[in-house]
């Protein structure tokens, strides 16, 4: 297997050329997908990532595939019907969203300017008002959410020129981290956040497994790059 389809380099990641704001084309700016079990350095690759300047990852959030059976069907014209205000209500009051710290007006704007013809389009609009947000509005964007190893597949159909980073770690380092997580006390804040901790090593096996296999069966499936 290539380097290039095993390991996603910066080159890799950056080799594409992003158009204007508002001239949204998923053809050449296809986004990028960060999966992996829970504690295995996701979070660390986001922030190094999110570093250049032509890349962008914003905080998790699972809208994308929970939204999807709403707005599955949307089309260019919904862009100037009430529509539009409901799918970014919607988004708004998804689990985690508020941790990008966008406002709503931005994402209007977003979408009025794109006017997206299809839900994979929609979404982008969203990702790229956060883009704006972080002063890289031309930069590729991309996703990171542990969540997202079950729903692979989906996405993948959504996007079919994206690429995916899949981080494998060493399972038994991931139950130590995740051991020593549950001796924690999370307060009120950390506690919408906070991981799952399975009870025994022997959960945590079959889930490190049942996650791994259905990362690799959504690749598999899409013939995707990653």
């Known amino acids: 297997m290539s380097p290039d389809k095993r390991y996603l380099t910066s080159t890799a990641i950056t080799g594409y050329s992003c158009p204007e704001r508002g001239q949204l084309n998923l053809t050449t700016c296809s986004p990028f997908f960060v999966v992996g079990y829970q504690r295995s350095g996701t979070s660390l690759i986001r922030e190094e990532v999110s570093a250049h300047p032509q890349l962008c990852i914003p ?6 595939s929970w939204l999807l059976p709403e707005f599955y069907d949307w089309r260019v014209d919904d862009v100037f019907s009430k529509r539009r205000s409901q799918f970014i209500d919607a988004v708004f009051g998804a689990r985690k969203f508020n941790l990008w710290s966008l406002d709503a007006n931005s994402v209007h704007q977003q979408i009025l300017q794109s006017q997206p013809h299809a839900y994979a389009e929609l979404v982008a609009c969203v990702y790229q008002a956060y883009c704006g947000k972080t002063g890289k509005p031309q930069a590729r964007w991309g996703d990171k959410n542990n969540v997202h190893g079950f729903q692979l597949s989906d996405i993948l159909s959504l996007f079919p020129a994206a690429r995916t980073v899949w981080v494998i770690r060493d399972p038994r380092d991931i139950w130590a981290s995740l051991t020593s997580l549950s001796e924690l006390n999370s307060n009120a804040l950390e506690a ?7 009870e025994t090593a022997g959960d945590f096996a079959r889930q490190w497994v049942e996650y791994n296999s259905a990362v690799s069966l959504a690749l598999s499936a899409n013939s995707a790059p990653f």
């Open 192 to 198: 919408d956040i906070f991981p799952s901790v399975p």
């Open 59 to 64: 905080p998790e959030s699972s809208f994308m």
